[in-house]
């Protein structure tokens, strides 16, 4: 007994409408998303620095940051280690010279926050011409 008719199977069809529309999705996505992160990448001008130039801080306000905190201004003590009291002890050294120089002298060892609550301080009274004093690394002996 024969049960196959006459007729010829038919093979069966994978449509690939579909796979090109998700493949096609994914690339629109990964072009999108490749220029937006172009876009919000943060541009940085970095400072550059050389062994040559030497600054002459006797002219300047010399603001220092010790291993433990404290502040100097000049060579005297701020009694308290807060922002308020670092301003008005370079508002009474400093008095209304805002153009002059200021070498911003911070111990290896201070503490992140206090080196900005400086910076953030001599930003807030007006100084533009702030500098931050480093020494020259020692070269390796081979």
């Known amino acids: 007994m024969n049960f196959t008719s006459g007729r010829m199977r038919e093979e069966p069809e994978i449509s690939l409408t579909s796979l090109i529309d998700v493949v096609f999705t994914l690339i629109i996505f990964f072009v ?3 220029t937006f992160d172009e876009r919000s990448a943060v541009q940085l001008d970095l400072p550059k620095a050389s062994t040559e130039q030497k600054l002459s801080t006797s002219d300047g306000l010399t603001v220092a940051v010790d291993a433990q905190g404290r502040f100097y201004v000049g060579s005297d003590e701020v009694l308290k280690q807060d922002a308020d009291s670092l301003r008005l002890a370079i508002l009474r050294v400093a008095g209304d010279q805002r153009d002059q120089t200021v070498t911003l002298r911070a111990d290896a060892k201070a503490t992140h926050q206090s080196v900005v609550t400086a910076m953030t301080v001599l930003g807030n009274l007006g100084f533009s ?4 004093a480093t020494v020259e690394a020692q070269k390796e002996q081979p």
Do not use: A, L, P
Request: net charge positive; charged share 15%.
């Open 32 to 34: 999108v998303t490749t």
């Open 129 to 132: 011409k702030v500098s931050i």
